[in-house]
């Protein structure tokens, strides 16, 4: 059984070629593409369940092989997804700066995951609500603004109870987040839509004054107007008793953030996995 | 498993690329030539920038690009994965209509690399439900595992149980079993027809519709039969996706026995693995 599996890997394996020139494309395993397939079941996955399951894949198909760094691990099928134009991008939660990982398409093509899984009216409620949070000064945008939109909708007329529905379903498939009412994109979304969202809107879109990243919510200066990400004014200012705005140099007014720290993620997830198995044995 | 077969050297960069420089320069040699030239003379991979790779591939009259090629087959690569998501047989008229667009002449090629992409950087293997059905399906070489549960962020398919459960009923029957014996069965499980149930919601419908639909059973009503009733028989997808002798095993698993104690249905299982393990005449390969 063992033999099988390791000379099918040797089979599949293309061979490193050195043709010299454009950069050589990675090689792929079983490990690999398991990882991949497991990965495209989450629209978006956080970095210590991502080492969870490049683990898994491992232990199911090379047991004897040391784990690969996982930013090697990523850059090395990012390199042979390059052709596909598909990449696994990483980020962070713009709340508490989380790493979170996605597969994302680079290129804007007619085919995209959004679009299979939602009718017309349904898409086009989800760029009201886009618009409305990237025109928002913090990032939120109120269901009842959301709402009230509805009439406007491309394709089948659509109801304000049914539109709420299609909120939540927004939500549970990881599209936006809901706070108190308000909606601003998951992770998930800024993610996959960045480069559309900056291409499409360009005169409304925020950008973080350190990262350089798209913006959605963050902290910004009262004074010369310039926005920082949550988690890039906690690293910025880690340990600064007196934190300036990068630009204008004036006292920066808000409440500085922790950084994030994976140690304590950690044990906070392995508490939440005792009792998730806890409560899967029961069943 | 034995679903895999012998692979061939496919997916190779360097093939790959050698493959799209041809094409360039055949378009070059029918239209005229544009400022692009023929391709042949762009490295195999273009040297791509670490910026934007946006890029749409409108069609041209004339030659294509190596990156237009690229991008198409880019983008019919994602479409057959999310179309395949939802377990619906992909139809060549779809994949015609939404993806290949006016790149209809090289259509069988663009296939063909793309399912070699697909198995290799996937591993699923593109498949044509039946010889000249023009419907495809996507074929998971690897084996799923029980942990792969576990790190999933989907259910999988919790009804996939139900579903073995159907075919392992039907197989030990001979191959076709009435609805109203497997209602029968099923009645003992705690799942009926009528009734919703917690995990697989309306299991009537699951069974003769959704798998249905999925190509996993068929479902055909028995004429002359009062009141009506129905026999279902695996799919075309079931014979693809697993066979006789894992479905016997699944069911000696869950009667704590050997596949051995049933011989009849275990001959048929050996049989038909023999019969699996003799080379392909004409592979599952997309017809042209």
């Not at chain 1, 291409?199 to 350089?212: G, Q, S």
């Not at chain 2, 692009?36 to 040297?47: D, L, N």
């Not at chain 2, 995990?199 to 055909?220: A, C, S």
Request: charged share 30%; glycine share 6%; hydrophobic share 35%.
């Amino acid at each position: 059984m063992e033999e099988g599996r390791a000379e099918r890997r040797r089979r599949t394996e293309a061979p490193s070629h050195t043709q010299g020139g454009p950069r050589r494309a990675g090689v792929m395993t079983d490990v690999h593409r398991r990882f991949l397939q497991l990965l495209m079941t989450h629209g978006v996955l956080e970095e210590w369940d991502v080492r969870r399951l490049q683990k898994h894949c491992y232990r199911v198909h090379d047991r004897t092989a040391a784990v690969e760094e996982l930013e090697d691990f990523i850059n090395n099928i990012n390199s042979v997804l390059e052709s596909l134009y598909i990449e696994i991008k990483k980020g962070a939660t713009e709340d508490d700066g989380r790493p979170v990982y996605a597969l994302v398409n680079l290129a804007t093509t007619s085919v995209s995951k959004m679009a299979s899984d939602f009718a017309e009216n349904e898409l086009d409620l989800f760029r009201k609500a886009l618009e409305l949070i990237i025109d928002s000064e913090t990032g939120f945008a109120s269901s009842t603004n959301i709402l009230n939109l509805v009439d406007q909708l491309k394709g089948k007329k659509m109801r304000k109870k049914e539109a709420e529905q299609v909120l939540q379903k927004f939500v549970q498939n990881k599209w936006l987040i809901e706070k108190e009412g308000e909606f601003t994109l998951h992770s998930r979304a800024i993610l996959e839509m960045e480069q559309y969202i900056r291409e499409t809107y360009p005169d409304a879109v925020k950008i973080c004054n350190i990262c350089h990243s798209l913006l959605i919510q963050g902290q910004s200066c009262e004074t010369c107007g310039i926005r920082m990400h949550l988690p890039c004014v906690a690293k910025y200012f880690q340990s600064n008793s007196e934190p300036r705005c990068p630009h204008c140099n004036d006292y920066w007014p808000h409440e500085i953030p922790e950084v994030f720290d994976p140690e304590k993620e950690r044990e906070a997830a392995t508490s939440r996995a005792t009792k998730r198995s806890l409560r899967s044995r029961q069943h | 498993g034995d679903m895999l077969q012998k692979p061939r050297s496919r997916g190779r960069p360097n093939s790959q690329a050698e493959r799209e420089r041809d094409w360039g320069r055949g378009a070059a040699e029918e239209a005229p030539s544009t400022s692009r030239g023929a391709g042949s003379s762009q490295e195999a991979r273009s040297a791509s920038s670490q910026g934007s790779r946006r890029a749409e591939a409108s069609p041209e009259v004339g030659p294509r690009s190596q990156q237009q090629l690229e991008l198409k087959v880019a983008e019919l690569v994602q479409f057959l994965l999310i179309k395949d998501q939802k377990k619906i047989p992909i139809k060549r008229t779809d994949i015609l209509k939404h993806v290949i667009g006016d790149y209809k002449d090289i259509f069988p090629d663009l296939l063909k690399l793309a399912a070699e992409r697909l198995e290799y950087v996937f591993g699923y293997k593109l498949v044509e439900l039946e010889p000249k059905s023009n419907t495809y399906i996507l074929i998971n070489t690897l084996e799923p595992v029980e942990e792969d549960a576990e790190v999933r962020g989907d259910q999988g398919t919790p009804t996939t149980g139900l579903l073995m459960i159907v075919l392992g009923l039907i197989f030990m029957k001979g191959n076709t079993i009435k609805e109203t014996e497997v209602w029968d069965f099923l009645r003992r499980l705690g799942v009926y027809p009528t009734k919703k149930h917690l995990v697989f919601g309306d299991p009537k419908k699951l069974i003769t519709e959704e798998f249905v639909r999925q190509r996993y059973l068929e479902y055909r009503r028995i004429p002359h039969t009062d009141p009506v009733d129905y026999e279902l028989q695996w799919g075309p997808r079931t014979n693809l996706e697993t066979s006789k002798m894992k479905v016997l095993k699944f069911v000696a698993k869950v009667h704590n026995q050997d596949p051995k104690d049933w011989p009849a249905q275990y001959c048929e299982a050996l049989a038909d693995e023999e019969a699996r393990a003799r080379p392909e005449t004409s592979g599952p390969a997309p017809s042209s």
